[in-house]
């Protein structure tokens, strides 16, 4: 088993433009998205190699939480808060999350691997560029 990276990410500081009050707002998405994938990796990483059958349960739920909520990011929104932002979201995030989840239910560990490999380049994008992004 690979320990999974958990991302900490703070979005009270961005806003984005064209964000309509009535519905969540980008960072909220964001935000939740980012919290459920984290509270999967907590699971991830406490329990290690002795996963039970409903902590993988747990996971794969709030692995799919988190991606329901990462789709509905309006990804234009974050390339023109920041460039680059809604592409690596997409590419980086979104895309690791689905193989993620298809590696797990489909018992398939490359695959798997190679959605938090995805994950962990988008961590690290995101870390090195968060100073710019906050700042626009």
Do not use: H
Request: glycine share 6%; with cysteine.
């Amino acid at each position: 088993m690979f320990k999974i990276s958990i991302f900490i990410l703070l979005f009270a500081t961005i806003t984005l433009s064209g964000c309509s009050l009535s519905e969540p707002s980008n960072p909220e998405r964001l935000s939740k998205s980012i919290n459920y994938s984290n509270q999967a990796a907590v699971i991830l990483n406490q329990t290690g190699s002795n996963l039970s059958q409903e902590n993988m349960t747990e996971i794969i739920k709030l692995k799919k939480q988190a991606l329901d909520e990462a789709l509905l990011v309006d990804t234009k929104a974050l390339n023109n808060q920041y460039q680059g932002f809604g592409d690596q979201w997409k590419s980086k995030y979104i895309k690791g999350l689905e193989l993620f989840i298809e590696g797990i239910e489909n018992g398939d560990n490359q695959k798997s691997l190679q959605g938090q490999v995805l994950l962990d380049q988008w961590g690290e994008w995101y870390s090195s560029n968060i100073d710019e992004i906050r700042s626009n």
